[in-house]
């Protein structure tokens, strides 16, 4: 069964502070790997997408890291700010047929940024 | 530019009674997609549409679940007979053609809240 588990459940740090979150995938065939960040009563935006020959991305203050060996995801977010309070979706991605994708999700991360 | 956008934003039925949820993509998006996100749970995919492709139907949990799309603009998904555990947060997203070589991006709707009384 295609699973993504994500840790820690849910995180609280002080602005400025730097932060890892983890993600485990049983995704097969893997496809690509995205991170979103979900605020409260929005849908996902996407933050990063790796395929397979890429190890690691950034955009801004969020990078991405890819094991696809150990199937293994991390997104750190530097010098946190009080706008990255908010989810963050793990999301793994088989095929599905005429090119698309069909998208396996985490629970989240649920990150609080605090004074 | 426009995204993609859900109506109503919220919406609130009886047990029992048929709910329609209304998705639009962004304009020249080729697939569509239709995700379930409970409360405190990840997002379930329920169905994909790609152009003039049969639908890959198989996230709908039961046969009280249903999805049109005509061409592609807007997609319905309709629940029938409503029952307290359909009470989540209904996800659209549509995607553009996924040329060779590269991976496409899904863009989400703001979500339906649908509660179930």
């Known amino acids: 069964k295609n699973q993504v588990e994500q840790s820690p459940q849910s995180l609280i740090i002080l602005e400025g502070k730097n932060c890892t979150l983890q993600c485990n995938y049983t995704v097969s065939p893997f496809s690509n790997l995205r991170w979103y960040k979900q605020d409260t009563g929005r849908g996902p935006v996407s933050l990063t997408i790796?395929?397979?020959?890429?190890n690691t991305k950034s955009n801004g203050r969020y990078t991405a890291t890819l094991d696809a060996d150990t199937k293994q995801s991390s997104l750190h977010i530097t010098a946190s700010q009080l706008s990255d309070s908010a989810s963050y979706i793990c999301?793994?991605?088989?095929?599905?047929?005429?090119?698309?994708?069909?998208?396996?999700f985490g629970t989240g991360t649920q990150l609080k940024v605090e004074l | 530019g426009a995204g993609v956008s859900q109506s109503p934003s919220n919406k609130v039925t009886e047990k029992g009674k048929d709910v329609e949820l209304r998705c639009d993509p962004i304009s020249g998006h080729t697939a569509l997609y239709w995700y379930r996100q409970r409360l405190g749970q990840g997002l379930e995919f329920l169905i994909y549409f790609q152009g003039n492709s049969a639908p890959d139907k198989s996230g709908l949990p039961s046969d009280r679940f249903s999805a049109e799309r005509t061409g592609e603009s807007v997609s319905t998904l309709t629940i029938q007979r409503t029952q307290q555990e359909d009470s989540a947060v209904y996800l659209c997203a549509s995607s553009p053609i996924r040329d060779r070589g590269h991976v496409a991006e899904q863009y989400f709707g703001p979500g339906t809240r649908l509660t179930v009384t």
């Open positions: 790796m395929t397979f020959s890429e």
């Open positions: 999301v793994v991605s088989g095929q599905v047929g005429g090119g698309g994708n069909k998208l396996t």
